[in-house]
């Protein structure tokens, strides 16, 4: 049974094509002459430069973090080029039309056409291609409710107070290692922000993708929700397949002010490696958001790309009554490591928080959770509600659970509860026997397994991380 | 339909089924009873093609195929179905998409364009009805939860569903009521049109008061140690398995 | 280095007895440790402040001591004041199969057991079972030959007095089919340090019921560790009561090193005023088909804290295990403080694992069911909060234990509530 998994789930990485795209790639090396030219090449104010170059100092002072479960060659910070730019964006295209027809081919074949998109979803997209934003859909629509989205470069010219008031106001520059070098560093990524009272009229979408060599990609996102406003906002991910790791250390963070809600979710299928461990993305995201009262945060992500992953999506629950959610499926095969969970910092009045994590382990690799939920002195009638599952896949791979509960207030509530379990052969018999081969059943059975996380994905994305699992248990069944 | 000849099975190198032969036509029921032990359930696993069930000797030919050499969706596809006695829970999966996925990789098979969501609803639906399931039961989880009467019930809609060719129940009686026991008899009869064959295989006879079997068939030690009319399940309900013999009750007991 | 590690170090290096060789190892890894501090994961939350404030002297005298009587237990007393050995072993009548002897009058025999145990499974990273390793001059060598079902319980106890420093150790082997009772109790409340460490190596289809009574308070400072080697269908009965004190900490290791194994270890922690208790536990499956089902609970009130790490660890060999962890917690204070960790590592498929943890207050409706039913506010208070401790209690195979702890497990509990 296990020998049919296994080849069940080697299979290839759809998402790994390379673009041939003509790009202006900075040489590899980090000091502060390539930080003073990445902020040159955006025609930076000089706050911002200066707030990138104390990050950068911030930075040297750190440690790298060792943890994790995770495994990996130190990485070589010099190695690798902190700039690369499509260079027909050198003279930025003004609509879709005047986009390099190459890169929105490469959206295609990931699955975004962003015409489409367009025209029948209505979801508005930022894409960011390595590290600038290549084109923003929709945004009339959006102006005329108010609703800024836009990438944060252009944010820096246009809102300049929003930025300075809220960039590092969630993630300070200094707080971890690859979240400070993302503040020196970052090229691009997407500003929102949704004026009080406004419900955003549409999903917004950004995908990210990783095409030139040696490149690491360092995007800094930023979404302001001002009293009563709401917003979804969709994250999706994918890179080339690459002998060389690549690293992506990116910062997203949310302002919820009063009464506002952020639904933020994410598929995450950068490449993976091959099945010995070969190329991959090291993939270090700080993820964070900050509640003010009555405001509810919702991370879902479905990971189931990178070599490495570590990202554990917070929330600061501040303000009283706030509630903060987490639904996580992470799949990992081959020699895949990931390190996911997130933080749940109760801080307020009747704060509550619900996690549900899914972890799948299968081939060589290793799964783990880890999460904190601290309940603070002041965190009177505050709950918490935890749920980690594991399904293990086959005998050589490995499932891990490390939750810390920190609670201070007596009248606080938080209960985790943890399992572990395997697709049994009891169930694979069942479904064969009622028709279906192999590589459908273990499908069938992992998405059952992680039912309660996709529901709390928006429909279209729903179907795609089925489908993306589905594509990762998929393979030649002997 | 099903040519089983002088077929010998283990399980963990002990030898289960000893040298078993049957044969059954299209639109016939076949009754198999015995003792515990006796190797019954280990038939349907067989048939049906479980793993860790090791055939050593004999054929099964089904529809004049080689069964054994089948892998078990392609048995299930080509028409062959079992009622589960313990059926599994498979948490997650609503009964509903399991079931569509199912119908449609038999229809396929068969040559058939796949039902659409309605289409399939609709028989979904009338299945239910037949075994008195409410239709909440399409959208929990595959057994998850259920009671034990309701995983018989939620097999035998299935069976109707799949529309198999051979039906394979074990043991579908075992701890039911006899109202449980009458909705599954019913959901049974309802299929018999003269073409569907079927194995029954139970410990009691009560349930062939309801499903007339065409024969019966005694299987202890591993062989069917005595075959007849449907007189043959009343018989063995009065005297119980003693005629079978000092050794064959030993043996059950081991 | 600390000076505190560096003095351990050097105590050590200047100890020459039969333990010397085996204290070599200790030492050097001693002297490749660096001291705690927060960032170090196995001492994230408690602080070893308050031994490095402590002055103290090396015991070389000990006093007397009396110990209380425990009603019906009918235990054969093995009493330690301040780490030395007070009761004369030659005087005790002891059951056949069972071999007592202390560390330092050990005979080539029974030095022959102590080398077989002494560091090999107690795992090296407990830092301060190195420093027991390195300094425990006196303690306990315990051989049950195989197939002894030893009656009557042994009960190991240590009493630290003021500004004494000590460090025993006990070593005990169960041979195949054998079993015994045997209660480590150790006290103290004045400021002291005291370090036990004890391993036991269960033998085939061996059964051992174990407790672990750690009452020191105050100021007395205790480190201790249970170290448990599980050989083919042993099986292992455990039980830990902690009360806390400046500094109170215990490191557990259950390893199952043989098949079909079972253990079970119950561990209850109750805290008032400003005390501390850090336990650190971890099972190991490292063969198939072992069972291990492991509950602790714990009450936390006034300014105390509690700090529990409990992790499972499931090797790659070891199918067809069943683990189950539970942690539950009650805050009684807003300035007590409640950590908490159950981990899970496992490299096995085919295996049940669970755990939870909860942190939680009296729930509303069961007080109010208990309110209806005429039972007073307090009262209820009591039974619901405590309940969830004597539940433990009244698990422990040995009533008469079970019974002198009730009434003070009570007090202790209903003074927290007072304050």
């Known amino acids: ?478 | 339909m099903l040519k089983i000849n002088n077929l010998h099975a283990s399980v963990e190198q002990k030898e289960i089924l000893k040298g078993l032969n049957l044969d059954i036509k299209p639109g016939e029921v076949h009754a198999i009873m015995g003792p515990n032990g006796a190797g019954k359930s280990t038939l349907g696993f067989i048939l049906s093609g479980r793993e860790g069930y090791e055939v050593s000797e004999g054929q099964v030919e089904f529809n004049g195929e080689d069964l054994l050499d089948m892998a078990i969706e392609e048995r299930a596809r080509k028409g062959l179905f079992l009622a589960f006695q313990y059926p599994v829970e498979i948490p997650g999966v609503s009964n509903m998409a399991f079931m569509k996925e199912s119908v449609n990789a038999i229809r396929e098979q068969r040559g058939e364009t796949p039902l659409t969501a309605t289409e399939f609803l609709k028989k979904a639906k009338e299945a239910c009805k037949q075994v008195q399931l409410s239709l909440d039961f399409l959208k929990r989880g595959v057994n998850e939860g259920f009671s034990g009467g309701e995983k018989k019930r939620n097999e035998i809609m299935q069976m109707i569903l799949l529309e198999p060719s051979l039906c394979i129940l074990d043991e579908s009686d075992s701890g039911l009521d006899i109202d449980a026991l009458q909705v599954v008899a019913n959901g049974v009869n309802s299929q018999r049109d003269g073409k569907r064959s079927f194995i029954i295989i139970t410990h009691y006879q009560r349930l062939l008061d309801y499903i007339k079997p065409d024969y019966v068939h005694i299987l202890a030690n591993g062989k069917v140690v005595k075959s007849g009319d449907a007189s043959l399940a009343t018989d063995v309900e009065k005297e119980g398995y003693a005629f079978l013999g000092q050794d064959n009750a030993e043996e059950t007991n081991a | 280095m600390s000076q505190w590690l560096k003095q351990v170090i050097d105590r050590g290096q200047a100890i020459d007895d039969w333990l010397s060789p085996l204290r070599a190892q200790a030492l050097e890894a001693l002297g490749n440790t660096k001291w705690p501090n927060r960032r170090v994961e196995s001492w994230k939350y408690t602080s070893l402040a308050p031994l490095e404030q402590l002055e103290l002297s090396p015991s070389t005298t000990a006093g007397k001591a009396i110990i209380e009587d425990i009603e019906g237990l009918n235990s054969l007393d093995l009493i330690f004041v301040n780490g030395k050995l007070q009761s004369d072993i030659s005087l005790l009548s002891l059951p056949q199969g069972l071999h007592i002897s202390s560390l330092l009058d050990a005979s080539d025999k029974q030095q022959n057991t102590a080398n077989a145990l002494f560091a090999k499974i107690k795992p090296q990273r407990h830092l301060f079972g190195l420093v027991n390793d390195a300094l425990a001059e006196d303690g306990l060598i315990i051989d049950i030959d195989a197939n002894s079902k030893i009656e009557q319980p042994i009960r190991i106890v240590n009493i630290s007095s003021d500004g004494q420093e000590s460090h025993h150790r006990v070593l005990v082997r169960l041979g195949s089919h054998a079993s015994a009772t045997v209660i480590e109790h150790g006290q103290g409340e004045q400021a002291s340090l005291s370090t036990g460490f004890a391993e036991y190596d269960i033998g085939e289809q061996a059964y051992l019921e174990h407790y672990r009574l750690a009452m020191h308070t105050h100021q007395a400072i205790h480190i201790g560790g249970d170290h448990f080697s599980l050989q083919q269908k042993a099986q292992l009965n455990s039980t830990l009561i902690a009360y806390g004190s400046e500094l109170s900490r215990m490191d557990v290791d259950i390893i199952h090193n043989g098949e079909h194994a079972k253990a079970k270890f119950n561990a209850i922690y109750l805290l008032g005023e400003a005390e501390n208790f850090d336990l650190h536990s971890t099972i190991e499956h490292v063969m198939p088909n072992g069972t291990t089902k492991e509950n602790a609970r714990g009450i936390v009130g006034d300014k105390a804290k509690a700090v529990f790490n409990g992790r499972i660890h499931i090797h790659r060999n070891a199918q067809k295990t069943l683990a189950e962890l539970h942690n539950r917690n009650l805050l009684l204070s807003r300035r007590g403080q409640i950590n908490t960790k159950p981990e899970l590592e496992i490299y096995a498929d085919d295996v049940l694992c669970a755990h939870g943890a909860t942190v939680a207050e009296t729930e509303e409706e069961t007080l109010y069911y208990l309110l209806s039913r005429g039972i007073s506010r307090s009262q209820a208070l009591v039974m619901l909060n405590f309940g969830f401790i004597q539940e433990l209690v009244e698990q422990m195979p040995n009533q008469h234990l079970a019974q002198w702890l009730k009434p003070q497990l009570h007090s202790r509990f209903v003074e927290m509530e007072v304050k």
């Not at chain 1, 890179?239 to 949310?254: G, M, S, T, W």
């Not at chain 1, 639904?263 to 995201?285: A, L």
């Not at chain 1, 938080?414 to 479904?431: G, I, N, R, Y």
Request: include cysteine; proline fraction near 4%; aromatic fraction near 10%.
């Open chain 1, 1 to 478: 049974m296990s020998e049919q998994l296994d080849q069940a789930l080697s299979r290839k990485y759809d998402a790994g094509f390379v673009s041939d795209i003509e790009s202006e790639t900075f040489p590899p090396g980090l000091d502060e002459d390539v930080i003073r030219r990445i902020s040159a090449m955006k025609e930076e104010p000089e706050w911002m430069l200066e707030w990138r170059l104390r990050a950068y100092n911030n930075w040297l002072d750190m440690e790298e973090p060792d943890w994790a479960h995770v495994h990996y060659p130190k990485i070589d910070f010099n190695a690798i080029s902190y700039y690369s730019a499509p260079k027909s964006m050198a003279d930025k295209p003004q609509s879709l039309d005047e986009v390099d027809p190459e890169l929105l081919r490469t959206y295609e074949k990931l699955g975004i056409p962003l015409y489409e998109q367009e025209m029948l979803a209505g979801v508005a997209v930022d894409a960011v291609f390595d590290s600038v934003s290549v084109v923003t859909t929709y945004r009339a629509k959006l102006e005329e409710a108010g609703v800024i989205f836009c990438p944060i470069s252009e944010a820096v010219h246009k809102y300049p107070e929003l930025v300075k008031k809220y960039l590092g106001s969630v993630v300070p520059r200094s707080d971890n290692y690859f979240a400070a070098l993302n503040s020196a560093v970052f090229t691009d990524g997407s500003f929102v922000y949704i004026p009080k009272g406004v419900r955003c009229p549409m999903e917004l979408s950004t995908y990210f993708r990783i095409n030139e060599e040696n490149t690491g990609q360092f995007e800094r996102t930023l979404i302001v929700a001002e009293e009563g406003s709401h917003v979804s906002y969709l994250e999706g991910c994918t890179a080339p397949q690459r002998d060389e790791n690549q690293l992506h250390a990116a910062v997203v963070e949310l302002v919820v002010m009063d009464d506002a809600q952020i639904k933020y979710s994410t598929v995450q299928n950068w490449y993976p490696g091959d099945e010995n461990g070969k190329g991959g993305i090291y993939n270090f995201v700080t993820k964070r958001a900050i509640c003010h009262t009555n405001a509810k945060v919702s991370w879902t992500q479905v990971e189931t790309g990178s070599a490495i992953t570590w990202k554990y999506p917070s929330c600061i629950l501040k303000g009283d009554n706030s509630v903060g959610e987490f639904y996580s499926v992470a799949l990992t095969r081959g020699r895949q490591q990931a390190d996911t969970g997130t933080k749940m910092i109760h801080l307020g009045k009747n704060t509550k928080s619900t996690i549900i994590s899914k972890g799948i382990s299968a081939g060589n690799s290793n799964n783990t959770y880890r999460g904190l939920v601290s309940m603070g002195a002041k965190a009177e009638g505050a709950r918490n509600f935890t749920q980690c599952d594991s399904l293990l896949i086959g005998d050589r791979c490995g499932a891990h659970t490390f939750p810390y509960i920190e609670s201070r207030n007596p009248s606080a509530i938080v209960e985790h509860e943890a399992t572990t379990s395997k697709v049994s052969d009891d169930q694979m018999f069942l479904c064969q026997q009622r028709g279906l081969d192999p590589e459908k059943a273990v499908s069938m059975i992992v998405n059952g397994f992680c039912k309660e996380v996709f529901k709390e994905l928006p429909m279209e994305f729903a179907v795609e991380a089925g489908k993306l699992l589905e594509i990762s248990l998929e393979g030649s069944i002997g």
